[in-house]
């Protein structure tokens, strides 16, 4: 078993049956990995699979997970350096084994260095057709979404890519359920107008049509980060939009001061503690624009604002951001959803939903999706 003389190398772009998930530049001589949940997807008769990765990181090292016929059965950090990785061997050589690589961790926007490219496979099989599931499902958001916190104890505080999981996160779990395709946009931190510190470059609709565009680096640039994305290639059905978690923290947090001009920002709060509404405003303002960005590249796709799993204080602010832009528009394809709470029972590491608060709200979002998938059939 050590030797398997079957084994025959394979780039990946030499595969006719190889499904990308997530966002790409569209070379696959290497194809890099960016956001969470992006990966391959495999189906393979035969005994014996490898997979041929090259990482780089200053930071943050990223982290894969592998499924074979939809369930988790490896998840490892992978350290920096070009080498191959054992997917599954001594298995059945005449099934068919559905698997999935799956990048666990977020794009680390804080870490210009921070690659994760697949090369090549090395099977002793076959490689037979991956269809496309019926719907196909977007998912924009925050740590929420790149599942920072779903895995570890709860008293881990450390911010590091060891607490992200795609795989116990609501995203994947709604797919799941709702048997679709999905691809995720998200970063910690980050919001809609401005980012928890009070940043407002941490902002996902200024970089939403690009790759990856919030990414940096020379890196990151060769591999088409910063391209504008071509929609046209994946219409979503449903665009689902986490964010505003973030934007309600900059109320909490201290004024935040440009590096580069001295100018400071600041979401304020009243002397009762309430918002000040300008501020408030001013996030509908970006919310409102957003919608209209979404839109105008998912033309088809019901749009869905979904929050609420870290608390709802931003939920007045989004329902008036909601009502501006389907007044402003006609469009009533749009709505909002408000997320089950976190509890103490489903926490999880880094005072973030746990797994059990991501299959809570995976199964409220999913059942909420089915009924708007129903009645557009």
Known sequence: ????????????????????????????????????????????KGSELWV???????????????????????????TAGRYWVCV???MDENKIKNVRIVKD??????????????????????????????????????????????????TEEDWIPMWFSAV???????????????????QSGWGVLTGWDNNPHSNIPDYYEQVCGLLAGENNKALGAFEEHDFASW?????????????????????WSDPATGETHKQRRNEDGSY?????????QAACAFLVKLRRNNPKAHIIWAYGMLGIPMM????????????????????VFQLPNMTEETAGSRTHPGAMAHEHAAKELSGYIKDILASKI
């Open 1 to 44: 078993m050590k030797d398997n003389k079957k084994l025959r190398m394979y780039a990946l772009s030499e595969i006719e049956h190889v499904k990308i998930h997530g966002r790409t530049a569209g070379n696959r001589s290497p194809l890099a990995l960016f956001w969470t949940g992006s990966g391959i997807e495999l189906n393979a």
């Open 52 to 78: 041929e990765v090259e990482v780089d990181y200053r930071m943050y090292e990223p982290w894969i997970s592998i499924l074979v016929n939809s369930v988790p059965v490896s998840r490892q950090m992978l």
């Open 88 to 90: 599954f061997r001594g």
């Open 105 to 154: 961790v977020q794009a680390m926007s804080g870490d210009t260095d921070c690659v994760l490219k697949i090369h090549t496979l090395k099977f002793d099989g076959v490689f037979m057709p991956v269809p496309d599931k019926p719907y196909k499902v977007e998912f924009i958001g925050d740590s929420i979404t790149s599942g920072e916190g779903a895995i570890g104890a709860k």
């Open 168 to 186: 116990h996160n609501y995203t994947a779990m709604t797919a799941a359920a709702l048997n679709a395709d999905y691809r995720v946009i998200s």
């Open 235 to 255: 219409q979503p059905d449903v665009v689902v939009v986490n964010l505003g978690t973030n934007d309600g923290g900059a109320f909490n947090s201290p004024e």
């Open 276 to 284: 000040r509404e300008e501020d408030l405003e001013a996030f509908v």
């Open 316 to 335: 007045p602010a989004i329902y008036c951001a909601v009502d501006l832009y389907m007044k402003s528009t006609g469009d009533q394809r749009v709505s």
